[in-house]
């Protein structure tokens, strides 16, 4: 059974800084199509810093056409307007996608650190020294929110050929099932 191709949409979301990174999978190679960030005028108003990430997310699936949308999720921290904007932001592009019918699935900070160094509490620089020995980056971003939108990115690339592994492995027709489970057929 092949593995289906994916072109994987990466965001770390912020109302300020928003990391994005398109991953294209193909025969189980990765390569890096897109990885950079949207900067956002912090004096701006907000509600026009939003439109501006809802239509950058906007125009990166009409560029790339991703097949799924991966975004990390706040993390609570003590200050609760800098978690209220966090939110808004990861909101409006999770609407970008769900505009065009992108499956999306969000994964915790530490998930993504724990997917990529094995260490849930990795800080940031750790995860781009595994993104770099991984995906053979040559060049260090000037901001790790592009790294860290292409960790979520491959992330979810390790949690759905994980899935499709398992499944190859344990799913081989109905004979293998009922050898495999001689009690559970009466």
């Not at 003590?78 to 609407?95: D, F, H, P, T, Y």
């Not at 019918?101 to 969000?106: G, H, K, R, Y």
């Not at 992330?155 to 495999?180: E, P, R």
Request: glycine fraction near 6%; hydrophobic fraction near 40%; charged fraction near 25%.
């Amino acid at each position: 059974m092949k593995q289906r191709d994916e072109i994987i949409l990466g965001i770390d979301p912020g109302s300020i800084i928003m990391g994005y990174a398109v991953l294209a999978v193909q025969d189980e190679k990765t390569n890096i199509l897109a990885m950079d960030v949207l900067r956002l005028a912090s004096k701006k108003d907000v509600y026009a810093r939003l439109e501006t990430i809802h239509s950058t997310v906007c125009s990166l699936i009409k560029k790339y056409k991703p097949t799924t949308f991966a975004i990390e999720a706040p993390f609570f921290g003590k200050n609760v307007q800098s978690m209220l904007k966090l939110g808004r932001a990861q909101g409006v592009a999770i609407a970008a996608a769900m505009q065009y019918n992108i499956e999306v699935t969000e994964y915790s900070p530490k998930k993504v650190k724990q997917s990529i160094t094995g260490n849930g509490n990795a800080d940031k620089e750790q995860v781009w020294k595994m993104l770099h020995r991984i995906l053979n980056i040559n060049e260090k971003p000037q901001f790790f929110d592009s790294t860290d939108a292409l960790a979520v990115a491959l992330c979810h690339y390790f949690q759905i050929s994980s899935l499709l592994t398992k499944n190859k492995k344990n799913f081989n027709g109905w004979n293998d099932f009922v050898a495999k489970n001689p009690g559970r057929v009466g």
